[in-house]
T-cell receptor, first 114, second 112 residues
Framework: EAQVTQNPRYLITVTGKKLTVTCSQN?????MSWYRQDPGLGLRQIYY???????DKGDVPEGYKVSRKEKRNFPLILESPSPNQTSLYFC?????????????FGEGSWLTVV | GDSVTQMEGPVTLSEEAFLTINCTYT??????LFWYVQYPGEGLQLLLK?????DKGSNKGFEATYRKETTSFHLEKGSVQVSDSAVYFC???????????FGIGTKLQVIP
């Protein structure tokens, strides 16, 4: 079954404690990205990756890091989380970077920073 | 820059009612347009899409027509069901690249 899997699904952490949200896709997709969803703001892109070792900033990259060492994995790293990073996070993938291709989303990770 | 405008809702309808969720967009070129649906506790799923003017996307009884003259992509369904309760996101992608701009999402509640 084609899917995007992210972990953890729910996490409560404290300010400043580094955390990683993992993302894995089993569709051999080249393009992967991370979004955060906030009430009244919709989804905003954090980072994206067009292929292995190729990543770039989205609209709201501050406070986040990513890496793409393998095609299937695209972890999101919060080096020093702050309360304003409390949000619902989605990992997504698609066949390649060209529009018109279906984007597949993970089920989301609820992150609370206290 | 690109933007998508839709009402946040919630939109509350009785079962079998007609649904319209308005979506207008701003883009510099000729974007592809999408509707995504998010059911409770799940990620977003593509509902339908249209890639050029006057195209109609359709799926699961939902329809939307790409109107370039009014820069709109309104979502419609003739008879909603309780199972249609979800959040609906209008989105666009421009320039041939997978940079998608989402609206804020419209919550739909369908009551029996």
């Amino acid at each position: 079954e084609a899917q995007v899997t992210q972990n953890p699904r729910y996490l409560i952490t404290v300010t400043g404690k580094k955390l990683t949200v993992t993302c894995s896709q089993n569709m051999n997709h080249e393009y992967m990205s991370w979004y955060r969803q906030d009430p009244g703001l919709g989804l905003r892109q954090i980072y994206y990756s067009m292929n292995v070792e190729v990543t770039d900033k989205g609209d709201v990259p501050e406070g986040y890091k990513v890496s793409r060492k393998e095609k299937r994995n695209f972890p999101l790293i919060l080096e020093s989380p702050s309360p304003n990073q409390t949000s619902l996070y989605f990992c997504a993938s698609s066949l390649d970077m060209y529009s018109g291709n279906t984007i597949y989303f993970g089920e989301g990770s609820w992150l609370t920073v206290v | 820059g690109d933007s998508v405008t839709q009402m946040e809702g919630p939109v509350t309808l009785s079962e079998e009612a007609f649904l319209t969720i308005n979506c207008t967009y701003t883009a510099t070129g000729y974007p592809s347009l999408f509707w995504y649906v998010q059911y409770p506790g799940e990620g977003l799923q593509l509902l339908l899409k249209a890639t050029k003017a006057d195209d109609k996307g359709s799926n699961k009884g939902f329809e939307a027509t790409y109107r370039k003259e009014t820069t709109s992509f309104h979502l419609e369904k003739g008879s909603v069901q309780v199972s249609d309760s979800a959040v609906y996101f209008c989105a666009l992608s421009e320039g041939g690249y997978q940079k998608v701009t989402f609206g804020i999402g419209t919550k739909l509640q369908v009551i029996p």
